[in-house]
């Protein structure tokens, strides 16, 4: 598990590049952590892991949610490199935002 000195991301892609889901992980004085999402919407933690934990499961939900509503109408061949063309990426906030997973590689 990374400690967080600086913000750490969890984002999601899709296939053409587009940032459809973030969660920003950020320390917000000793022992506290918060997370920011998206919208904007801030949760605080007393716990990183749990600050993680919680970045982790919001992403991981919605790259289910948007594999579940893929227009493809369940073809196995829709998505390239992840099903459906969603993938879920955990980067340093240093990491620039335009760099979906597949041009880390």
Known sequence: MPTI???YEVR???ESSDL???WNIRRAGRG???VTDDRHEETPFEDEGA???FARF??????????R???CEGDPECGVWEPHGISV??????VSLITPPLLCL
């Open 58 to 67: 919001g992403a991981e939900a919605l790259a289910e949610t948007s594999r």
């Open 20 to 22: 459809i889901g973030l």
């Open 69 to 71: 509503d893929c227009p």
């Open 51 to 53: 600050a993680l934990d």
């Open 5 to 7: 000195a600086r913000p």
């Open 32 to 34: 506290r952590y918060v």
């Open 89 to 94: 990426q955990e980067v340093d906030g240093e």
């Open 12 to 14: 999601v892609w899709n």
